[in-house]
Each structure stands twice: as C-alpha cells, then as structure tokens.
C-alpha cells in the first residue's frame, strides 16, 4: 500500500470519528424534529394548538413609515423585535410583514396614514421550536429567490449546510472503511447494493414503473 | 463494555451501509432546500405540457379523496395527491411523484380536464422525499403507494442514525488513541450547538 493511500485511510478514519463527533447534537436534533414533524399523531409533541397568542398595540412616527427605503428594519428597531422578515405588502394606507424565528411568529399591520398599528404575536411550546428549527432556512416557498434576511437565520442556514455536507463525507467515508475490510464483511455488497437500488428507485423510477 | 465491541462494531458497520444512500439522499437535499434559487438557475424546471380534454361525466365519489384518485385513476397518472382544493364548480389538486408535478383540475359544470405536467428534476426529488410524509394534510398523507412505504423507510432511517450515532460514540470510547481528542470535539461541537440554539432563542 502506498503512503499517499496510507496517509488518505488514516485521514479518512480520522474524519470519520471527529467529524461525527462534532455533529452529534445536531444530528440528534434534526432526526428528532424530523420524527415530530412526520408523526402529527403524536399528541405530546402537539405544539399549534397550544401556541400562546398575544397582541400589541403602538403608535409610530407617519414621518417614519413614508418614502422609506429602511422601512422595516426601522420598524423593527423601533419595536424591539428581530427576526427573519417575510411577506412585505405595502398597499395604499397600509403595511403588513410578518417577522419569524424559530418557535416564535409575529404579523404586523401599520396604518401608514395614522402611524398606529399592531402586532399580532404567536409563542410555541419546546416541540414547536423544535419542529420550526428543523425548517428554519428563511426560503420561501412563494417566493424561490427569497434569501435570508436576517443574519442569525444565515448562521443557521450555514449550519444545516455544513451539517449536510458532513453527512456527505461520513457516508462516503464509510463506503471507503468498508471496501477496505470487504472480505471480512461480505454481506456488504448486499446491503449496500439494496440500498442503492431502493433509493434509486425512489428517485429515478416510480414515475416510470 | 469491550465485549461487545465487535458485535456493535459489525452492528454499525452494516447499519451504516444500509441506510448510507438514503442519507446521502437527504444531506443533498438540504442543500437545494436551503439555496433553491441557485438550484432553479442550474437546473430551472422544465416546461410544463397541458393535455385537455372533456369527459362525459365526472367520477364524483363520496370523499374528495377518493373522487380525486377516481380521476386520475381514469386519467391514467400515478402519484401522491398533494392537497386538494375546490369549489362548486373546480377541483383542482396536484399529483406528485418525485420529480414531476402534475396539476388537475376538473370542471364539475362543464366536464373539462385539464393536466399540466412539470418536471422539476432529479435534485428537487430528492427535497419532495425529503418533505415525505411531513406535516401538512395528515388525513390524506400516503395516499399513493410509494409514499404509504416512504413513510415507514423513513422511520427506520432515523431510528437507524440515533441507533448508529449512540453505537458511534461507544466504539468511539474504546479506542484509547482517539478519546482525549475526540472528548475535546465532542464538547467543541457541544459548545457550538448551545452557543446557536442561545443566539436563536
């Protein structure tokens, strides 16, 4: 065996132990929100219903809220709130946006004419932030050029990528360990080719079959 | 504990093979969720084709569930209904597979149909399998056969990687060279999720 290949097992062995070890907790966390969200049927983890919903009246400067390029994060500052910024309407006489975090909601309206406005805020318990932490990476569905506009929901959406990203290298990581044990693991092959295929098949092939 | 190591080590080994594409699956598909403006410049979604036609009579059956899979039964498409909106005069659902949306709507009065099919490709199936079996509209999730199993083989992969993280950490532990670093990442990793979960909350 080489030394380069030698040096590159080692790394890899390496990579495999810390990089997992590093990403643990986030792992643990992911897969469990990802079981909460796919099993609604299990009421202790019920977060909507249970939301606390409270509402905020405030008057703004009128000066404040016309021909403002800063518009909302004024708004914002001046509110004390901050968040991750969707839904902006400005229509004649009002504006609207909704600013959100994990386990936490609030919809603004603004009468742009009279400056007085409202915000409409909605708490989740444990399991609600729980669930929206795994969701939480400022898209939109409405809206795909929509990036993230707030710089915690960039950390966090950088995150979940080098938390993907890991998992990519572990997984490959893994199939190299494996091949260079083969002989003493042979049901390798079969677990690793039904896999493939099955996944493949997901994938590629139900809209054909 | 070292007594067990050979039987958790073959354990994790195994397990980790088995579940390993389909976490690869998942890991890419994160990705696109969270950049799909990129992934819709690189690989925009093809454009769609609208067959209509006219039936004689609409298959009305006594759950929108049930009348929606009688359409696309007669239809000839195959997929999961999505959701399924209407009115006195529409309904109007989408039928997904991965990979390709097609969109129905049925006029009751008139008995026009119409079909718009999309391709959005390889990568945003892997976020559609992903979203399986999610959160929303739970009475009527796993309604086609592919997602009714996805639903149980994403079960087993979650359970399979809480499995294979606990069995990594002990294997982990019984190799002397590796805990004291390994002990200083784990509890690096450990101050960088609680540092992100205080900046969040």
Aim: hydrophobic letters at 45%; one cysteine or more.
């Amino acid at each position: 065996m080489g030394d380069f290949i030698r040096k590159f097992l080692n790394l890899n062995r390496k990579t495999h132990i810390y990089f997992g070890l590093f990403i643990l907790l986030f792992i643990w966390l992911f897969a469990v929100s990802g079981l909460l969200i796919n099993h609604g049927e299990w009421k202790f983890a019920s977060f909507f219903e249970q939301r606390e919903e409270h509402k905020t009246d405030f008057i703004l400067p009128v000066s404040m809220l016309t021909n403002n390029p800063d518009l909302v994060s004024q708004v914002n500052d001046k509110l004390k709130i901050s968040g991750e910024v969707d839904n902006l309407k400005i229509t004649s006489g009002n504006i609207d946006f909704r600013v959100y975090s994990p386990g936490k909601v609030r919809d603004i309206h603004i009468n742009s004419m009279s400056g007085v406005g409202i915000i409409k805020e909605m708490n989740y318990n444990f399991w609600g932030r729980l669930k929206t932490l795994h969701l939480f990476n400022g898209t939109s569905k409405a809206d795909p050029a929509k990036t993230p506009n707030w710089i915690v929901t960039k950390i966090w959406r950088f995150t979940m990528d080098i938390t993907a990203v890991v998992i990519i290298l572990l997984c490959l990581g893994s199939w190299v360990m494996w091949y260079r044990i083969r002989s003493e693991y042979k049901p390798g092959y079969f677990l690793l080719a039904f896999s493939l295929i099955v996944s493949m098949y997901y994938v590629f092939f139900i809209d054909l079959l | 504990m070292k007594k067990y190591y050979s039987w958790v080590r073959t354990l994790h080994l195994y397990l980790g093979l088995l579940i390993s594409p389909f976490l690869l699956l998942f890991a890419v598909s994160i990705l696109v969720f969270n950049h799909p403006g990129n992934f819709n410049k690189k690989a925009p979604s093809k454009n769609s084709t609208v067959l209509t036609t006219s039936w004689d009579s609409i298959p009305v059956r006594h759950t929108d569930l049930l009348t929606a899979k009688a359409i696309i039964l007669k239809l000839g498409i195959k997929g999961e209904i999505d959701f399924i909106s209407k009115n006195d005069s529409i309904i109007s659902f989408p039928v997904r597979t991965p990979g390709v949306i097609n969109q129905i709507r049925v006029n009751k009065l008139n008995h026009n149909v119409s079909v718009t099919r999309t391709e959005v490709g390889t990568l945003r199936a892997t976020t559609f399998l992903h979203a399986m079996p999610g959160q929303h509209n739970a009475s009527m999730r796993g309604n086609s056969g592919f997602i009714a199993t996805w639903r149980y083989i994403v079960d087993i992969i979650v359970y399979s990687v809480l499995f294979l993280t606990v069995s990594g950490v002990f294997l982990w532990y019984l190799l002397p060279f590796e805990r004291k670093p390994g002990i200083y990442i784990l509890a690096a990793g450990f101050l960088v999720f609680i540092g992100l979960l205080l900046l969040i909350f």
